[in-house]
């Protein structure tokens, strides 16, 4: 059975529960058993029946988190490449995604394997073709090498998994400043 469209409210609603959760996430750094539901549907200003009603489940708001910033950082490629010099847009970006990596790795723990396989299935190919799109903007521009790829860079993000939350803020800082560094061409 297909589902029904929900009404403007019901998207309303839907939407605040999202951002709600994901500002209690990030002021918690991303720890998902922090995420108190009765707090989040104070904060989106709708009942605690209104926010079970979208999510039935810690797991299914924090998935839908998941989506929402992973949407949102795909998406952010093109505006920046449109205000900025390539390399200040990649740059920029880069933050987001360490911002976007916060935010993920505590949901990560939190979601079930089977629902990851579900999220994850055709997400990242779209965060693969937003940077190589920043990437190679760059490279047309000479302001990045031209023999690095989107798969370079995310693999040397896979650090970021790695930071102690406790050295976060400059650990990322400094991870993007190098990463920027190295593709700036010889």
């Not at 019901?10 to 939407?15: E, K, M, T």
């Not at 058993?33 to 926010?51: D, P, S, Y």
Request: zero cysteines.
């Amino acid at each position: 059975m297909a589902e029904r469209e929900l009404r403007s409210d019901a998207v309303a609603n839907r939407d605040r529960i999202v951002e709600a959760a994901r500002a209690e996430l990030s002021r918690s750094n991303g720890a998902p058993e922090e995420l108190k539901l009765h707090r989040v549907a104070k904060a989106a200003g709708v009942g605690q029946g209104t926010l079970y009603r979208h999510f039935p489940t810690r797991e299914d708001l924090l998935a839908e988190v998941y989506r929402h910033e992973l949407t949102q950082l795909v998406d952010a490629a093109a505006p920046l490449l449109a205000e900025h010099s390539p390399l200040n847009a990649l740059t920029l970006w880069l933050e987001r995604l360490v911002e976007y990596a916060r935010v993920k790795r505590g949901v990560m723990a939190a979601i079930e394997a089977a629902a990851w396989r579900e999220l994850h299935s055709g997400r990242h190919q779209r965060l693969d073709e937003a940077l190589q799109s920043l990437l190679d903007r760059g490279a047309r521009a000479g302001e990045l090498r031209d023999d690095v790829d989107s798969a370079d860079v995310l693999l040397l993000l896979g650090g970021l998994a790695r930071i102690p939350e406790a050295e976060w803020i400059p650990r990322a800082q400094r991870l993007i400043t190098v990463i920027t560094e190295g593709l700036r061409p010889a």
